[in-house]
């Protein structure tokens, strides 16, 4: 079946500008993760949805850093008056239940903030 | 608070030779213990996991036990192609948590 896609593939937009970023998990997933992949921090865990309970925020870096998901399906991660330490590739994963289950990532979105 | 670390690439081996790609942890109880492995161009794929002290993962002719007394999960592979060339994640979750802590990752490029 379908993986975890995101859109769009890249993004270039100018500092100060808002992005939003797009996530479709795998269906039938109820868990849902965002992660951040830079140079200088690695692979950063953002933010997780866990079916209609409250998310997981203990990893979004600054207030300019917001998500949902709606429905129980797609996620957007939004970011807001971007900088250019924000430039990145944004990781989207799903897993079946979240307690324990294997997470299946996308292609990701690789942000530049010029 | 809780890290993974890895050995520094990138790693340059000979197709067919030994493997091995070091990581250890530092963590409080007991995590699962994760090795993914992102390909050029595509995203992040789980390898092998390893969710108590002893257990080994395996996949695709690669290993990982899981030592709590050295808090290490080392990835090893007894001979490699050159479509092994990527870039390998080590990474813990707690249960409860359900966010992955990864490491730096260490790039494996495999010559022919």
């Known amino acids: 079946g379908a993986g975890v896609s995101q859109s769009p593939s890249n993004k270039v937009t100018e500092k100060g500008k808002d992005v939003e970023l797009r996530c479709d998990p795998i269906s039938g997933h109820t868990a849902l993760y965002w992660y951040r992949q830079s140079l200088g921090q690695g692979l950063e865990f953002l933010i997780y949805?866990?079916?209609?309970?409250?998310?997981?925020k203990s990893g979004l870096p600054s207030d300019r850093f917001s998500a949902e998901r709606t429905g129980g399906s797609v996620s957007t991660l939004t970011i807001q008056r971007t900088q250019q330490e924000d430039s990145a590739v944004y990781l989207c994963?799903?897993?079946?239940?979240?307690?324990?289950?294997?997470?299946?990532f996308g292609p990701g979105t690789r942000l530049t903030v010029l | 608070g809780d890290s993974v670390t890895q050995m520094e690439g990138p790693v340059t081996l000979s197709e067919e030779a030994f493997l091995t790609i070091n990581c250890t942890y530092t963590?409080?109880?007991?995590?699962?213990l994760f090795w993914y492995v992102q390909y050029p161009g595509e995203g992040l794929q789980l390898l092998l996991k390893a969710t108590k002290a002893d257990d080994k993962g395996s996949n695709k002719g690669f290993e990982a036990t899981y030592r709590k007394e050295t808090t290490s999960f080392h990835l090893e592979k007894g001979s490699v192609q050159v479509s092994d060339s990527a870039v390998y994640f080590c990474?813990?979750?707690?249960?409860?948590?359900?966010?992955?802590?990864f490491g730096s990752g260490t790039r494996l490029q495999v010559q022919p």
């Open positions: 949805f866990q079916g209609n309970s409250a998310p997981d």
């Open positions: 963590a409080t109880g007991y995590p699962s």
């Open positions: 990474a813990l979750m707690y249960t409860g948590r359900r966010a992955l802590t």
């Open positions: 994963a799903s897993s079946l239940s979240g307690e324990g289950d294997t997470q299946y």
